[in-house]
């Protein structure tokens, strides 16, 4: 083998509680949960960086019956046919007599019954019916609703910054502006709205900050102007379903001011902004006291989160859509911790980056990897006594697949960049692939023995290349799964 991806031997299951000794807590502004007929707008807790919701409330909200055994550190919530009980300071959750797996331990602090937010996917979703969908690192949830798809993209075009907005169907924004102030609002009329992205990656002259807020549970993008800030003209263009803002510097006639005018070419693809593929997650190998293979000085460590930074920036450029790192920086991050970066941020695709080693100085290297097919296979639920824990294990099965034909993709694209580099599709018990739920992969790109090959992975423009080649696979991806293929 000439790969040094970690691979999962064995997997053992344990009964696990979660206790916490540190409690760093501060509040949040606001979480809304949209249901078809109300929204509830909460004020949640994080609790060492974990998002938290006021378990009472919400039951009240959804008319269940619940009973607060204190003494006894439970909360039980009772449906004419079901029951559900957490206990306190601890991440095993009984419904109905079967035991649910949370990432994060049902807290109660301050006399106050506290869940974490995927309790309610997770546990609440099966005595209501009710799917609850939430997305790690926002300030919102969607209880049985399909929101409506927005994007955001800003740039700077001359001596004005350019905000362009884009949903699916037609929406309204309304300019909401104190004159004595820099920052501004547009109100959406719509709701409930999910964002691409939560906040752009973006600071002009002119402005500072643009995000999506929706705490209070009236769904606006805010826009934080700098002191230079002077006028905001609205634009809207394709029936409402794009949306033009143009910021100038104070004291400038907007007429006056040499730009492209608001077009709908200047808005965002939608098919590139909107398309199925709307989280991706990108996973930088190794890192910490994991330095991965190394040759003449160089560290597969530091080459694959340079590498992974920037097909984050390229992704975002093209896609508009949320991407995230499993590491940005040298720490050691475990290969569950990895999964579930993907996992708990309902990725929809993960990559995995690695580079290879091999003894023969003359081979490439490079390949692709997907999990094996019969991974765990002898710990499946029927041959196995013991149901008490979901089989996360074997979170892969759902998306083999498509993980299958995104490794197909890469393949074509990828083998364009280098001559000679063929990348091979291979497969085996790649632990961090193992219980990722959604279609994914690991690349292993040349080889670090091989000095040609070393140069080549080591150089900026193959970087460039690189990063280029597998936004185009993303791209015929999101087009395929868009297309049911």
């Known amino acids: 083998m000439t790969h040094r991806i970690r691979i999962a031997i064995a997997i053992t299951a344990a009964s ?26 909460l004020t949640p807790q994080t609790i060492n960086r974990v998002v938290y919701l006021p378990l ?22 009772r449906t004419p046919n079901s029951r559900i009980v957490a206990t306190r300071n601890s991440g095993l959750v009984s419904v109905n007599d079967q035991i649910v797996l949370l990432n994060n331990p049902v807290r109660y602090e301050n006399n106050q019954w506290l869940a974490p937010a995927d309790f309610l996917p997770l546990a609440v979703s099966r005595v209501t019916g009710i799917e609850f969908r939430y997305r790690a690192g926002s300030s919102r949830m969607f209880a049985g609703v399909e929101p409506e798809e927005l994007s955001m993209a800003a740039q700077t075009i001359g001596a004005l910054t350019r905000l362009t907005i884009r949903a699916r169907t037609p929406i309204r924004l309304t300019l909401r502006r104190n004159e004595a102030s820099p920052r501004a609002e547009f109100l959406i009329d719509r709701k409930p709205m999910d964002p691409a992205r939560e906040r752009l990656d973006y600071r002009s002259r002119l402005v500072e900050s643009i995000m999506f807020d929706d705490a209070d549970g009236v769904p606006k993008i805010v826009a934080a102007g700098t002191d230079q800030l002077g006028d905001i003209r609205l634009t809207s263009l394709e029936e409402g379903r794009a949306h033009v803002v143009d910021f100038f510097r104070k004291g400038e006639n907007p007429d006056n001011v040499a730009a492209p005018p608001p077009t709908a070419a200047s ?52 896609f508009g859509a949320t991407v995230l790192l499993t590491r940005d920086s040298d720490i050691d991050v475990s290969s569950e911790e990895r999964a579930a970066v993907a996992n708990n941020n309902q990725a929809n695709l993960f990559i995995s980056i690695h580079v290879g080693y091999s003894t023969k100085t003359l081979d490439s290297g490079s390949a692709i990897y997907l999990i094996q097919e019969d991974f765990a296979a002898g710990l499946s639920p029927a041959a196995s006594k013991n149901q008490l824990f979901l089989p996360w294990f074997m979170g892969y099965r759902q998306s083999r697949q498509a993980s299958a ?50 140069k080549t992975v080591t150089d900026a423009s ?7 080649a597998m936004a185009s696979a993303v791209a015929r991806f999101a087009s395929r799964r868009a297309g049911g293929g």
Not at 17 to 33: C, H, K, R
Not at 269 to 294: E, F, M, N, T, W
């Open 405 to 454: 034909a995104m490794s197909r993709i890469l393949q074509e694209e990828l083998s364009k960049i280098v001559p000679g580099w063929r990348f091979p599709i291979r497969t085996g018990p790649i632990a961090v692939l193992a219980s990722t739920t959604m279609p994914s992969v690991a690349l292993e790109i040349g080889n670090l023995n091989n000095p040609l090959s070393r």
């Open 16 to 41: 696990i509680a979660f206790f916490s000794f540190t409690d760093l807590q501060a509040a949040n502004e606001g979480f809304a949960i949209y249901f078809p007929d109300s929204t509830l707008t």
């Open 462 to 468: 193959f970087h460039g290349k690189f990063v280029a």
């Open 267 to 318: 808005s965002l693809d939608p098919r590139q902004s909107l398309g199925g593929i709307r989280v991706i997650v990108i996973d930088p190998g190794h890192g910490g006291s994991d330095a991965g293979v190394k040759a003449e000085g160089v560290q597969e460590k530091d080459l694959t989160l340079k590498i992974a930074r920037s097909l984050r920036v390229e992704l975002q450029r093209r």
């Open 56 to 77: 009472a409330e919400i039951v009240q909200h959804l008319k269940l019956s619940y009973s607060d055994a204190t003494a006894l550190e439970t909360f039980t919530i």
